[in-house]
């Protein structure tokens, strides 16, 4: 799937998800106000916040590709990014160099402007086999 459109999504429902959070924090106070139950309104306003709360930090995790990451894979040896996610598909590991590799995401093939080229996640590492850049 084009991350392009993978963004449109994770953004879209960051905003509903904001949205929802906004309308039950005013039918919380409309109720407050009129002295009435609160009960399954905190209820729904706590599990949009949950909701809200794990998708921001799944997007902000994710931020350079759905399928990666980023936190997890950056300032780790390149080795145990290789046992998490399998073999890479395009570059080498030599020990004692720096280098990179990639993994293959996607072709461009969209209706809008497609390069037709095959897109990769590129991991950056250092001489010791610290990953310090993503992309």
């Excluded at 990179?100 to 590492?125: E, L, Q, R, S, T």
Aim: glycine share 6%.
């Amino acid at each position: 799937m084009n991350p392009w459109y993978v963004s449109i999504i994770e953004i879209f429902i960051l905003i509903v998800l904001f949205i929802c959070v906004i309308i039950f924090i005013v039918i919380l106070i409309k109720a407050k106000k009129r002295n009435q139950p609160t009960g399954i309104q905190r209820v729904i306003l706590s599990s949009d916040i949950i909701l809200f709360a794990c998708s921001l930090v799944f997007v902000l995790s994710h931020s350079t590709y759905y399928r990666y990451n980023d936190w997890a894979i950056l300032n780790a040896d390149i080795h145990s990014v290789i046992s998490k996610y399998g073999m890479y598909d395009k570059g080498t590991i030599q020990e004692g160099k720096s280098g990179k590799v990639g993994y293959y995401i996607y072709a461009d093939n969209g209706p809008i402007m497609p390069d037709h080229g095959k897109h990769y996640y590129w991991i950056y590492f250092n001489e010791s086999g610290t990953v310090y850049k993503v992309e």
